[in-house]
């Protein structure tokens, strides 16, 4: 099983920081990432995909960067809406498997 | 744009089988190309993803659930459906069903309680 280490497990930041989260895998898996954001009593949403693709209608202010084994997603301006749990998630080798969660809060 | 819907009992009792069913709007699952996912997210905790399935009717499981899993599609309904056997408290969850992963997008979630 590929395991996905993900941190910090919790982030409190100012508006207009810059956030930065890391997943590391424990295999290579190219550039098979994809990092979501979830709100609470919502389903995750679509982020970042293939590790630096921003998916269509996501601000400019997310970024995905990385692959083989270390993957990192910023926000480049913390912005209130931005308040949310973000996972990062492998897709390889017919499996998938979710980082533990970064939570995301404002100072 | 796809959508996806879990329906399901929200009660199962321990030792019984939870079942749900995710019907799927706005594309159809024989076309091909795309895998169907169950994945779960424990109260308060991270996403599990429980398994998937291609339109062929090939499946992956999450190896720590496989033995108690099944996941079987319905293309005439255009549905895909999630058995859990042998289920205790540690399976209270909401159960999401989603296109790749959820890649291709997410159901709304259901949460499925294990109680007697």
């Known amino acids: 099983d590929i395991q996905m280490t993900q941190s910090p497990s919790s982030l409190s930041a100012s508006v207009g920081d810059r956030v930065t989260i890391t997943c590391q895998a424990s295999q290579d898996i190219s550039n098979y990432l994809n990092w979501y954001q979830q709100k609470p009593g919502k389903a995750p949403k679509l982020l970042i995909y293939d590790a630096s693709n921003l998916e269509t209608g996501v601000p400019s202010r997310f970024s995905g960067s990385g692959s083989g084994t270390d993957f990192t997603f910023t926000i480049s301006s913390l912005q209130p809406e931005d308040i949310a749990t973000y996972y990062c998630q492998q897709y390889d080798n017919h499996s998938y498997t979710f980082g533990q969660g970064t939570k995301l809060e404002i100072k | 744009q796809v959508q996806l819907q879990e329906s399901g009992p929200g009660l199962v009792k321990p030792s019984q089988t939870l079942s749900l069913t995710c019907t799927v709007s706005g594309g159809s699952i024989s076309s091909g190309g795309y895998y169907w996912s169950w994945i779960r997210q424990h109260p308060g905790k991270g996403l599990e993803w429980i398994g998937y399935i291609y339109y062929s009717g090939s499946t992956y499981y999450n190896p720590s659930l496989k033995s108690r899993v099944t996941i079987s599609v319905d293309t005439s309904k255009n549905q895909f459906s999630l058995k859990l056997s042998s289920v205790t408290a540690a399976d209270t969850a909401v159960y999401y069903c989603?296109?790749?992963?959820?890649?291709?997008?997410w159901g709304q979630g259901t949460l499925v309680t294990v109680s007697s």
């Open positions: 989603a296109r790749d992963g959820g890649a291709g997008g």
